[in-house]
């Protein structure tokens, strides 16, 4: 049997919240994390996880607010081995010299957008969140994440970087500061944000490591697909 509030989330909340059965943590919140992707066009699943964004943001800002949950957003990123950096595929996908990738939506570096323009949006829209929960706002993440769905969509040919900072500017949220929270993509350093990704992606306890995408992560237990 599900948890409680496991159940809620995944009804998109038809009932009022109760989730007093589901809360082992000291602080009495519910903590969940979606592992997401900003590009629009990698397969059906990415459109399964637009409508879960779309259906669910009302509920989830509801739940911050009240103070019943505390969400997190995750970006899937892997790394390029050194010895291949140099090579076209490396650098088409990947930022930080290799060290955050992203595939390819079309399997073609000539064409379309390339796997290190998604890195780079889900960089932002992380530094988007740690800008929002700064600024004593964390579910403006959720507006952020469906009007740049709405907005800056790859099939309109707007998945970019002005199209993502009008979005930012919309929201009231500092532009100055979730560009430095993104770092220099070209430099050949780590980034902290998506080094702390690639950390959390790492299975821990009972917990395994995080591979399908959506995959949605309930006090520590983890339910794939959405």
Known sequence: MQPVGTRQIQMELVL??????????PDERVEYELWTNSNDECSPRCGEQVAFVRSFRGHAQIL?????????????TWYCPE???????????????????????????GEGYEGKQVVVENLRQLCVHRVANESGLPWA???????????CSMKEKKY????AEEVVASLGLSLEKVLACMGDPDADADNAVLSKEQEDQIGRGSRGDVTILPTLVINDVQYRGI
């Not at 010895?83 to 073609?108: K, M, V, W």
């Not at 993440?141 to 907005?151: G, S």
């Open 83 to 109: 010895a291949f950096r140099l090579t076209r595929q490396c650098q088409s996908q990947c930022i930080n010299h290799g060290r955050y990738c992203a595939p390819d939506r079309e399997e073609d570096f």
């Open 141 to 151: 993440w959720w507006d952020f994440a469906m009007d740049y769905k709405l907005r």
């Open 16 to 25: 009022p919240p109760d989730w007093s059965e589901s809360m082992p943590h």
């Open 160 to 163: 970019s970087k002005a199209c």
């Open 64 to 76: 911050e607010r009240g103070g019943y949950a505390r969400f997190t957003p995750h970006y899937i």
